[in-house]
């Protein structure tokens, strides 16, 4: 065995020895609070991936869309009628140019109502509030009711947050944070969303 080979083996090793270190040191069994945010594409196709994985082990799941809602969704289409699945959706979407303040309040009220069902029960083990970000952005749910219902939750429960701009608050509570940076995305060169693909 070569000088390099013996150094890489020796840095493997030492890899290893961190990591089983870390697992060893990993005790604490509770849910999490998970945030997707960043300007990058790819937030909720990675919380969908969780409840995908979620429902494979016949967990309950819900999920409150606030923005993306009455788009397609490839992912909720296929999992729909898994009877562990519960999918609440902001029924008149997003006007993003706020024409209809009043009508977006109302309906984010409805779907944040259906979230705050969901954060409370013990039996869902995993509750994703999709692009719930803008909704606080913007105002149209205050960050301290948000917070609370969270702090609240079942001790077992995991909840998922996307979207950007992530408020701090959130962030600061988080266990695990993840910011999607993008780098280039077809749509800047004219390229349409493609079904299955992004959406």
């Known amino acids: ?6 150094r890489h083996q020796q840095a ?19 849910g999490l ?13 990675a919380a969908w991936g969780t409840v995908t994985r979620a429902l494979g082990y016949g967990y309950r799941v819900g999920v409150v869309q606030f923005i ?8 909720r289409e296929r999992l729909a009628e898994d009877p562990h699945l519960e999918v609440a959706i902001m029924a008149t ?9 009043e009508a977006d309040t109302r309906a984010c009220e409805e779907v944040w109502a259906q979230a705050e069902r969901m954060l409370a029960d013990p039996e869902v083990y995993l509750v994703v509030l999709d692009e719930i970000t803008y909704m606080l952005k913007f105002g149209y749910l205050d960050i301290a009711t948000v917070k609370r219902a969270l702090d609240n939750r079942p001790a077992e429960q995991t909840v998922i947050i996307t979207g950007r701009n992530a408020h701090r608050e ?7 944070v993840t910011e999607m940076n ?18």
């Not at 979407?93 to 303040?101: C, H, L, N, S, V």
């Open 68 to 75: 993306k809602g009455l788009w397609e969704c490839g992912e």
């Open 93 to 101: 979407g997003f006007t993003w140019d706020t024409q209809d303040r």
């Open 33 to 45: 609070l998970l945030i997707f945010t960043g300007n990058g594409k790819g937030k909720t196709t």
């Open 170 to 176: 959130l962030t600061a509570m988080a266990d695990t």
């Open 12 to 30: 493997m090793q030492k890899l290893k020895t961190r990591v089983d270190e870390k697992v060893a040191e990993a005790t604490e069994q509770r």
């Open 1 to 6: 065995m070569n000088d390099r080979d013996t």
């Open 182 to 199: 993008e780098v280039r995305h077809a749509f800047n060169s004219g390229l349409q969303a493609r079904r299955g693909i992004d959406y």
